[in-house]
């Protein structure tokens, strides 16, 4: 059985495809955004700025302690496309039992490190006093949703791998009605705090996994899968940790700096965390084309080189980065401009109003750099090439960011701290743009030649 969500992007016009492909996931982020952003809504009216600076301020350890599984879970993804290109459907079962197993290996032993290592690291951010206790209660509640965070982005880079980004949708739309209930029984109602905004958001995770077996199960028999871990193929393990390590790492060294980070914007007090928190809800929201055409480019690149369809791959390669810059930077003017009555949602406190908007005016504009930036990455990552993409990810952030930013924070105005972010994604950009120059790329070229040369003689004889 076929499932008619599946997208063949190895024919037809590219951005047609592209596009078809990014919009059910936009529209996913979007979900997902909106469920994030109702915590901080909630939270904002209904506990205050303290409480919405433990959330802000709890997401970087739950990021650093499961961002190299994620990105695991991102080589699975590439490999399913690739597999999904080539037609290669014993590899696709393998592939599928082995993630499972890897799945339970993983998320089980982190749910309970998270509750040690968690607060440990929190600590190590320098969260404000008044702002310690609700962090510590946030993470040590989110952590045991582990599994069906890992789980649910597990299945759902699978399904995008095999060309199914509506199903995402789906998943989200499930999560994000069941965590905004929650959300308001549990804060609203209940007056749970930051517990009960943390308990909502692992019910709808649980929720989003279950339902994307359910899923799988019915529309991919083919693939055999399951709920529990069943069997794990040696060679297709290692085909994920060789692809997708460097991609956790990459995501690991990334969230090592996101910490230090975190660190300079919580020595500016509580204000500025909940300026920055509210801050990167907004900023969140008008970038989701970004990780929606940045996960069609690493399908697209992934089914075009299983099928070693070249010419397509060099074409792709240029047009999506390009289109998703465009967007961005659309998007994100229009949300400067309007940022403040937007901003007004979150909190009505003068001072974290303030803080927002400076952050919005600083970083928003300049966020088209990254989405080219990472439309490049990518696209490169479904390639399999993933060693260039982790260099330059490692310098952007500590080569640049950082060092920027505690030149900021030390010897000017702690205030305009944000201000390293957009010098970094320019500096991403650039070096992205360097790939177009490398021996790999120009081999891709060449290969396309050669193709458009043979289909032109086949078509003349």
Same mark, same amino acid.
């Given at each position: 059985?076929?499932?008619?969500?599946?997208?063949?992007?190895?024919?037809? !016009?590219i951005?047609?495809?592209?596009?078809?492909?990014?919009? *059910?996931?936009?529209?996913g982020?979007?979900?997902?955004?909106?469920?994030?952003? #109702?915590?901080t809504?909630?939270?904002?009216?209904?506990?205050? *700025?303290?409480?919405?600076?433990?959330?802000?301020?709890?997401?970087?350890p739950?990021?650093?302690?499961?961002?190299?599984?994620?990105?695991?879970?991102?080589?699975?993804?590439?490999?399913?496309?690739?597999?999904?290109?080539?037609?290669?459907?014993?590899?696709?079962?393998?592939?599928?039992?082995?993630?499972?197993?890897?799945?339970?290996?993983?998320?089980?032993?982190? /749910? #309970?490190?998270?509750?040690?290592?968690?607060?440990?690291?929190?600590?190590?951010?320098?969260?404000?006093?008044?702002?310690?206790?609700?962090?510590?209660?946030?993470?040590?509640?989110?952590?045991?949703?582990?599994l069906?965070?890992?789980? &649910?982005?597990?299945?759902a880079?699978?399904?995008?791998?095999?060309?199914?980004?509506?199903?995402?949708?789906?998943?989200?739309?499930?999560?994000?009605?069941?965590?905004?209930?929650?959300?308001l029984v549990?804060?609203?109602?209940?007056?749970?705090?930051v517990a009960?905004?943390?308990?909502?958001?692992?019910?709808?995770?649980?929720? /989003?996994?279950?339902? +994307?077996?359910?899923?799988?199960?019915?529309? &991919?028999?083919?693939?055999?899968?399951?709920?529990?871990?069943r069997?794990?193929?040696?060679?297709?393990?290692?085909?994920?940790?060789r692809?997708?390590? !460097?991609?956790?790492?990459? +995501?690991?060294? &990334?969230?090592?700096?996101?910490?230090?980070?975190?660190?300079?914007?919580?020595?500016?007090?509580s204000?500025?965390?909940?300026?920055?928190?509210v801050?990167?809800?907004?900023?969140?929201?008008?970038?989701?084309?970004?990780t929606?055409?940045?996960?069609?480019?690493?399908?697209?690149?992934?089914?075009?080189?299983?099928?070693?369809?070249?010419?397509?791959?060099?074409?792709?390669?240029?047009?999506? *980065?390009?289109v /998703?810059?465009?967007?961005?930077?659309?998007?994100?003017i229009?949300?400067?401009?309007?940022?403040?009555?937007i901003?007004?949602?979150?909190?009505?406190?003068?001072e974290?109003l303030?803080?927002?908007v400076?952050?919005?005016?600083?970083?928003? *504009?300049?966020?088209?750099?990254?989405?080219?930036?990472?439309?490049?990455?990518?696209?490169?990552?479904?390639?399999?090439e993933?060693?260039? !993409?982790?260099?330059?990810?490692?310098l952007?952030?500590?080569a640049?960011?950082?060092?920027?930013?505690?030149l900021?924070?030390?010897?000017?105005d702690g205030?305009?701290?944000?201000?390293?972010?957009?010098?970094?994604?320019?500096?991403?950009?650039?070096?992205?743009?360097s790939?177009?120059g490398?021996?790999?790329?120009k081999?891709?070229?060449?290969?396309?030649r050669?193709?458009?040369?043979?289909?032109?003689?086949?078509?003349?004889?």
């Open positions: 059985m076929k499932s008619t969500a599946r997208m063949d992007m190895t024919r037809g !016009p951005m047609r495809k592209v596009l078809a492909f990014a919009l *059910p996931i936009c529209a982020n979007i979900l997902q955004q909106l469920y994030s952003t #109702v915590d809504v909630v939270i904002g009216n209904f506990c205050g *700025p303290t409480s919405l600076a433990a959330v802000g301020t709890s997401s970087q739950v990021e650093l302690l499961l961002c190299i599984f994620l990105g695991i879970g991102t080589g699975v993804s590439i490999l399913v496309s690739q597999f999904a290109g080539s037609g290669n459907g014993e590899k696709l079962r393998d592939i599928s039992a082995t993630a499972v197993s890897f799945l339970y290996l993983c998320a089980v032993p982190l /749910s #309970v490190a998270g509750q040690l290592i968690g607060p440990l690291i929190l600590r190590i951010m320098q969260v404000p006093e008044d702002t310690w206790a609700p962090a510590v209660s946030y993470i040590s509640i989110v952590f045991w949703g582990t069906g965070n890992m789980g &649910y982005n597990m299945n880079g699978i399904l995008r791998g095999m060309g199914d980004s509506r199903a995402s949708l789906l998943f989200l739309v499930i999560s994000c009605l069941v965590n905004i209930v929650l959300d549990f804060v609203a109602g209940f007056h749970m705090d009960g905004a943390a308990l909502a958001t692992i019910i709808a995770m649980y929720c /989003s996994w279950l339902f +994307s077996i359910f899923y799988i199960r019915r529309q &991919y028999p083919e693939l055999h899968f399951t709920f529990l871990p069997r794990m193929n040696k060679a297709m393990l290692a085909a994920i940790v692809i997708g390590l !460097p991609l956790g790492l990459n +995501s690991s060294f &990334y969230s090592v700096g996101h910490i230090l980070m975190q660190s300079l914007i919580n020595l500016q007090g204000v500025f965390i909940a300026a920055c928190s801050s990167s809800k907004v900023t969140g929201i008008a970038n989701v084309a970004i929606s055409l940045s996960s069609a480019a690493t399908t697209f690149s992934g089914q075009n080189l299983g099928v070693e369809n070249y010419d397509y791959l060099k074409k792709g390669g240029i047009q999506i *980065p390009l /998703s810059g465009l967007i961005t930077c659309t998007a994100g229009v949300v400067t401009i309007f940022c403040r009555p901003l007004g949602l979150f909190t009505q406190d003068a974290v303030a803080y927002a400076r952050y919005i005016r600083i970083v928003l *504009p300049f966020t088209w750099a990254y989405a080219v930036f990472n439309g490049i990455i990518s696209f490169v990552n479904g390639m399999g993933v060693r260039f !993409p982790t260099i330059v990810n490692i952007m952030l500590w640049v960011r950082i060092p920027v930013g505690c900021i924070a030390f010897c000017l205030g305009y701290v944000m201000a390293c972010i957009p010098v970094s994604f320019v500096f991403g950009m650039v070096c992205m743009l790939f177009f490398t021996k790999r790329w081999e891709i070229g060449r290969l396309a050669v193709q458009r040369e043979n289909t032109g003689r086949t078509a003349s004889g």
